[in-house]
């Protein structure tokens, strides 16, 4: 029985493991272990409370596919979690993971749209139904940090949920990076205008979500009803707009939606990962639709927002971690919230299971685990190993004060370096110098461009240290 049970984990994990990534294969699955198999159901043990959430959020589709394809449409799976005295909790709780024919796979995944027991194709009268908006409840401005980085788009999107299709940001069109927060802020303004105006028919749809409907209704004859549908939307919320590039017939009929609502007084709310005039392939009415109303920029979070969002996420938690770790965190993830918040996650789960504090040695070691290969190879760690290397200093004197030539002229490249090859900013470089401050980078930065001007030496030397990095040469 018990080598049946192991086998038959091992196909789900088999399955699960070509769906997700390694990463999170590694976290969230690796340390799951398969207790027994009766009755249709498979009984796993996973190591807490936390996991067994996660994997409930997370991974329910990833789990469901698998017991479909080993146990079959009928299979059930039950979790036992190890309480913190190192026992398991008796008798398992029975996750909720249904057999297929009754499944609820559709509400954990993504928004799903349409799905067919509401969809908009047969909605004949709106009053008698129970509209679905497509909006995850755990998104709302409460939860969204302000910083610099997102004040207008943030306050501008307060001012649209309190007063929908009354205002001059009509529409209100968010745009930046990847994992800034355009969808979290715009799920956020859905949800209030939600909790502020019941009677409002409020409506979520990714773009590509809206070219596929649009694609079935030609297939299926349905234009009409497609447009009729979306015609009686009172807030419409389109993400990651730049999807519709490229695609004429669809980009026409959005054109048509938009115009009427707009001219009826709905809200439009749209995402897109770049500014309106760097959208290419859009036709030109429906970029100038775009610039009606407000356009407000995401950015990369500052350090101090940084900090604020880990707290915040961690809180959420009930987790308390110290500065320093919280510092370190902050330093290390510049660009993207998302990735941010993938550390924490994996930072969590470590010490979950590990049953250790979150401290910087922790945090240390999971961040060094999750950096993928290329941000290794420009970590601060590798231009500083490749930096001690070649002068022949060890890491400490090169971070340390002492203020002998021999070591000053290297930590100033080293400086210099991690100024051309990272995102980092100065402040975060001086960090990594004992705490320096700004001004001692700029110093060391302008000397070396200017040492490189005046000594050719000097310029080769960087020259040298920068092809380590497979750099064609020295970036001005
Ligand atoms: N200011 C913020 N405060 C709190 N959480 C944030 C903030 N910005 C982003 N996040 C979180 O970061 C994660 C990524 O955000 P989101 O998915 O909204 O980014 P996005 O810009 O839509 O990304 P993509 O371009 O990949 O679609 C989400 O979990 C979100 O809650």
Redesign the pocket.
């Known amino acids: 029985m018990q080598i049946e049970v192991r086998e038959l984990w091992n196909n789900c994990l088999n399955i699960i493991k070509n769906d997700i990534s390694e990463q999170s294969f590694a976290t969230w699955f690796a340390p799951i272990v398969p207790l027994k198999f009766q009755n249709n159901t498979l009984l796993i043990q996973v190591p807490s409370q936390f996991f067994y959430e996660w994997l409930e959020e997370k991974h329910v589709s990833d789990l469901r596919k698998a017991i479909d394809l080993t146990i079959g449409r009928h299979g059930m799976l039950e979790y036992s979690i190890v309480v913190d005295n190192g026992d398991r909790k008796n008798p398992p709780i029975t996750f909720n993971l249904p057999p297929t024919n009754q499944t609820q796979n559709q509400q954990a995944k993504a928004p799903n749209f349409p799905n067919p027991a509401k969809s908009p194709f047969e909605l004949k009268n709106l009053d008698s139904l129970e509209l679905d908006s497509y909006l995850i409840p755990?998104?709302t401005f409460d939860?969204?940090?302000?910083?610099d980085?997102?004040r207008l788009g943030?306050a501008a999107g307060m001012a649209v949920a309190n007063k929908p299709g009354l205002t001059a940001f009509n529409p209100l069109m968010i745009y930046?990076?990847?994992?800034?927060?355009?969808?979290?802020?715009?799920?956020a303004i859905g949800n209030q205008i939600k909790d502020s105006f019941p009677d409002k028919f409020v409506l979520y749809v990714s773009t590509e979500k809206f070219t596929n409907q649009f694609v079935n209704a030609i297939r299926n004859n349905s234009i009409e009803a497609f447009t009729n549908f979306y015609l009686q939307v009172d807030v419409l919320i389109i993400?990651?707009v730049q999807f519709l590039s490229g695609k004429e017939k669809t980009q026409e009929t959005f054109f048509n939606i938009f115009n009427h609502l707009h001219q009826s007084g709905k809200q439009i709310i749209l995402?897109s990962?770049r500014a309106p005039r760097d959208l290419a392939g859009m036709e030109d009415r429906l970029l100038s639709r775009f610039k009606w109303g407000l356009t407000a920029d995401?950015q990369q979070?500052d350090f101090e927002?940084r900090i604020?969002?880990i707290q915040?996420?961690l809180q959420e938690d009930g987790i308390q971690i110290d500065f320093d770790v919280l510092e370190y965190l902050a330093h290390s993830i510049q660009t993207?919230?998302?990735e941010?918040?993938g550390v924490i996650i994996s930072l969590m789960a470590q010490a979950s299971l590990t049953r250790k504090e979150i401290d910087l040695e922790l945090a240390k070691s999971t961040l060094k685990s999750i950096v993928n290969e290329q941000e290794k190879e420009l970590s601060v760690e590798s231009i500083l190993d490749v930096v001690t290397n070649h002068f022949d200093v060890d890491l400490d004197t090169l971070r340390g004060k002492c203020r002998k030539k021999e070591n000053v002229f290297p930590r100033q490249i080293a400086m210099y370096m991690l100024k051309e090859l990272t995102n980092l900013p100065l402040k975060s470089i001086g960090y990594h110098f004992g705490g320096r401050d700004h001004s001692t980078v700029i110093h060391a930065v302008q000397a070396i461009s200017e040492a490189m001007e005046t000594d050719q030496s000097v310029e080769k030397t960087i020259r040298n240290l920068f092809t380590r990095f497979n750099l064609k040469g020295v970036q001005s």
């Open positions: 755990k998104y939860k969204f940090i302000e910083g980085c997102n943030r930046g990076g990847v994992g800034l927060g355009k969808t979290h802020l715009i799920q993400d990651d995402s990962d995401l979070p927002t604020a969002i915040k996420k993207n919230v998302r941010l918040e």
